[in-house]
């Protein structure tokens, strides 16, 4: 079945670098993308959707320019936590549907731990 | 607004009892689609069902059974016979058809119930 894989599954940086997160769907085309966050014990809120070939759309008070996301193909979207500080520790998740496939699953891939030390 | 709330924030039981996670959710659209989501330590979402608003049987999946009640707004979500392994955080999620993307659903999650089966 369709599988939409993360990179990294964990990652460690230090306070003020930058790290890219990506999202790949495997088997499948999304023309479409989110991106949701999840703090320790909270729910999951959605902070941007990745739109290919085309700027991506921000929730309110989601920070375009400390998170950039591009999603430059059909299978492929990044996310980038520029200047990261510790409050931006946190699990990322990401989430597509395969645009030309019939069926009502939103696949989300495996998830993302940031640690900002 | 769309808004869901999962008043339980944590639940835990003694192997074998039935649970029943409740979820209520607020929409203006007359067209929506209901989920639930497994998610266990590791983080991963495990899907569990989808639920469009105009399908209103309850459903059965094994120890699984959903009971979608328009006239309350409410998703709730029982498992039968619980099992260690069922322990895990569960997400309540609705989706709009007006936000539909592309085909892409763009989710609002609950808060989450975290449920605990103690052996």
């Known amino acids: 079945g369709a599988v939409v894989s993360q990179h990294p599954s964990w990652v460690i940086c230090k306070s003020g670098t930058s790290v890219k997160i990506e999202c790949r769907s495997l088997d499948f085309q999304a023309t479409t993308m989110f991106w949701y966050r999840q703090f320790p014990k909270q729910s999951l809120m959605l902070m941007a959707t990745?739109?290919?070939?085309?700027?991506?759309?921000?929730e309110q008070g989601v920070e375009k320019d400390k998170f950039l996301i591009n999603h430059a193909s059909l299978t492929l979207s990044t996310l980038t936590v520029t200047s990261a500080h510790p409050e931006d520790s946190s699990f990322y998740i990401c989430?597509?549907?395969?645009?030309?496939?019939?069926?009502?699953?939103?696949?989300f891939g495996e998830g993302s731990w940031l640690t900002v030390v | 607004a769309q808004k869901v709330t999962q008043a339980q924030t944590e639940i835990s039981v003694v192997e074998k009892e039935d649970v029943t996670l409740d979820c209520v959710y607020e929409?203006?659209?007359?067209?929506?689609?209901l989920f639930w989501y497994k998610q266990p330590p590791s983080g991963e979402l495990v899907f569990l069902i989808r639920r469009n608003s105009f399908d209103e049987q309850n459903e059965i999946s094994g120890r699984y059974s959903w009971n979608f009640q328009k006239s309350t707004s409410s998703f709730n979500f029982t498992i039968t016979a619980s099992q260690v392994v069922d322990s895990a955080v569960y997400f309540c999620?609705?989706?709009?058809?007006?936000?539909?993307?592309?085909?892409?659903?763009?989710?609002?999650f609950g808060q989450g119930t975290r449920l605990t089966i103690n052996p």
């Open positions: 929409t203006r659209d007359t067209t929506y689609y």
């Open positions: 999620a609705l989706s709009e058809a007006s936000k539909i993307i592309q085909g892409a659903q763009k989710l609002v």
């Open positions: 989430s597509a549907r395969p645009t030309v496939l019939s069926g009502n699953t939103i696949y």
């Open positions: 990745s739109n290919e070939g085309s700027k991506a759309t921000y």
